[in-house]
């Protein structure tokens, strides 16, 4: 059963400090997506990739987010200096998207960030 | 640009109940529609999907949703609900072939009364 998977699943870190995230496509899924969700704002898309070049990252805070995909099986997400308001769940979810075809997101477990 | 409707934040029903989340979107053409569902603690996992032909579309755990599109409506049933179906259910939508992004609903959750 493939899924997406995403660690650390917890993380307690102090503000300036740096965090980074990971997440492990599913073998073969084209399209890598970030997301943050919380209480107030819901679930918003941070970035994504498809064939691992970035297309749209227009929902990261650009001054201290970046996020990169070294490879077809790693994504990362990382934040630098890390603040309090960056407390949330952050999901990765994969799909795949072929011209004409049909598509849908898979949604891995999620990291629950604490900054304190 | 197209977005997603949930009019309803919170819904209690008492198990054994029929259930029935609402979902409007707003785009020109026929999109493609999706429920996820999230329990506490989880990822969001794929409920079911429309993407053409019937408009009545089955899904997991027995649900069912239906696109009316006179009404730009995607709403999603079940005949009766089980204690495990209290969770948060997101709508969305996606249009093929114009970018990849899916744009999700505020989500509704769900409370069942035994």
């Known amino acids: 059963d493939a899924r997406v998977t995403q660690t650390p699943r917890h993380k307690v870190t102090e503000m300036g400090q740096e965090v980074t995230m990971r997440c492990q496509p599913i073998?073969?899924?084209?399209?890598v997506f970030w997301y943050r969700q919380t209480m107030m704002q819901g679930l918003e898309l941070l970035a994504y990739?498809?064939?691992?070049?970035?297309?749209?990252d227009s929902g990261m805070p650009k001054d201290r987010f970046s996020a990169e995909m070294p490879d077809a099986t790693l994504a990362t997400l990382k934040i630098q200096p890390s603040e309090p308001r960056d407390s949330a769940v952050y999901f990765c979810a994969s799909g795949l998207v072929l011209s004409g075809s049909n598509y849908e997101q898979y949604f891995g477990p999620g990291t629950r960030l604490t900054v304190t | 640009a197209q977005s997603v409707t949930q009019p309803d934040i919170h819904i209690t029903v008492s198990e054994g109940a029929s259930l029935e989340l609402r979902c409007n979107y707003s785009y020109g053409a026929t999109p493609y529609l999706f429920w996820y569902v999230q329990s506490p603690g989880q990822g969001l996992q794929l409920l079911l999907k429309y993407f053409s032909g019937d408009t009545l579309v089955q899904g997991i755990k027995g649900f069912e949703a239906e696109f009316k599109r006179s009404q730009s409506s995607f709403n999603l049933r079940k005949p009766s609900v089980h204690w495990s179906d209290a969770a948060e259910y997101f709508c969305a939508v996606g249009v093929m072939n114009r970018d990849d992004k899916i744009i999700f609903g505020k989500g509704t959750r769900l409370h069942i009364l035994p």
């Open positions: 073998l073969g899924h084209n399209t």
């Open positions: 990739f498809r064939n691992r070049a970035p297309l749209d």
